[in-house]
């Protein structure tokens, strides 16, 4: 599992609220990566990050915004959650020996 | 990016082989492609990649034909534990990568 633990794993919440996302990796890799999937979907991409404090916008990236102050951490906040921000976040990791991403075991976010 | 097709859904009989065909016409001669897969509600499960030359790993093998415009991901004894959707996905440059709808794969008894 590459060591990526997100938090929390599900969590409900209502429109307005904002919302922090954790994603947490033990292995000191660069690149961190958020998607975000819609049933019937495909993972997108929120955002990533190539360093501490390096970050930059994915495919949807509208009303999200990210931090990594620290390696082993990248965070996702929704400043003002929206119902349309109802789905299913994953967080990955890019194993540069491997090569790969490697992905969390998502947190289901409900905005009610 | 380049795009993928894939078949929407497949079925295959636990113990035979699984053959997932993806096409990629469009890919560049420096892009990787990528399988994973993702069983119901957890997170994608990387598979195998490859450039030009196929590819074995314990889980699998990755037949890509010589012109690189498709590719054949290759379950060689499927089991009921390998139902999932299967994601055929080119990697660009920017180490992005960009998921379609993927297969559904049913392995049935």
């Known amino acids: 599992d590459a060591g990526i633990t997100q938090s929390p794993r599900h969590k409900v919440t209502e429109t307005g609220t904002p919302v922090t996302l954790r994603c947490h990796q033990t292995?000191?890799?660069?690149?961190m990566y958020w998607y975000r999937q819609d049933p019937g979907h495909g993972l997108r991409l929120i955002h990533y990050?190539?360093?501490?404090?390096?970050?930059d916008k994915g495919e949807v990236s509208d009303g999200y915004s990210v931090s990594r102050s620290k390696t082993e951490d990248f965070l996702l906040t929704l400043e003002s959650a929206t119902s349309s921000q109802t789905s299913v976040y994953f967080c990955?990791?890019?194993?540069?020996?491997?090569?790969?991403?490697?992905f969390g075991p998502g947190t289901r976010l409900t905005v009610l | 990016d380049a795009k993928t097709t894939q078949p929407t859904s497949m079925d295959c009989a636990e113990g035979r082989a699984a053959n997932l065909p993806c096409n990629h016409s469009?890919?560049?001669?420096?892009?990787?492609v990528y399988w994973y897969r993702q069983i119901h509600s957890q997170g994608p499960q990387y598979i195998i990649h490859?450039?030009?030359n196929n590819e074995t790993n314990e889980m699998a093998s990755l037949i890509i034909t010589e012109d690189r415009k498709s590719s054949t991901l290759i379950l060689p004894h499927a089991t009921l534990r390998d139902t999932a959707v299967y994601y055929c996905?080119?990697?660009?440059?920017?180490?992005?990568?960009?998921f379609g709808g993927g297969t559904r794969l049913m392995v049935k008894p």
């Open positions: 990955a990791i890019m194993d540069g020996e491997a090569d790969t991403q490697y």
């Open positions: 292995e000191n890799h660069r690149y």
């Open positions: 990050s190539y360093g501490v404090k390096d970050t």
């Open positions: 469009t890919i560049s001669g420096n892009e990787y």
């Open positions: 490859g450039l030009k």
């Open positions: 996905i080119v990697r660009n440059e920017g180490n992005m990568l960009t």
